[in-house]
């Protein structure tokens, strides 16, 4: 049974920083993309950055300059880092892994529960 298990958010004034990590645990064989999403109140939920298994990232223009996403394959974890928050980055966040348990099964998507960040102003 693979988990994605989230930690970090919380709240900071706007300017501010915080950090996520997101650690998958369980049978893993290989990890592809791993993802951050956000979803307001209200609203769909969104893709904020991925960064592919070589390292290759790609943000949100909302985000791009402040956010940063990075992972640790031997750690299969994956890692946001937020700075120069704003008000509308407030969200609950997910993240989200494409991996396969063994050599010759799928890769098939996985969720974090989701951490809150709220951003004041």
């Known amino acids: 049974q693979v988990q994605l298990l989230e930690s970090g958010g919380g709240l900071v004034q706007a300017g501010g920083s915080l950090g996520l990590s997101c650690a998958a645990s369980?049978?893993?064989?290989?990890?592809?993309?791993m993802r951050w999403y956000r979803q307001a109140p209200g609203k769909q939920r969104e893709l904020v950055a991925a960064?592919?298994?070589?390292?290759?990232?790609n943000y949100q223009d909302a985000v791009k300059g402040r956010f940063t996403i990075s992972r640790d394959n031997a750690k299969h974890t994956v890692y946001l880092q937020m700075n120069s928050l704003k008000p509308e980055d407030t969200a609950v966040y997910y993240c989200?892994?494409?991996?396969?348990?063994?050599?010759?099964?799928?890769?098939?998507?996985?969720w974090g529960q989701g951490t809150q960040v709220t951003v004041s102003s």
């Open positions: 369980g049978s893993i064989f290989y990890i592809a993309a």
């Open positions: 989200n892994a494409a991996l396969s348990g063994s050599a010759w099964a799928p890769l098939l998507d996985y």
């Open positions: 960064v592919t298994d070589g390292g290759s990232t």
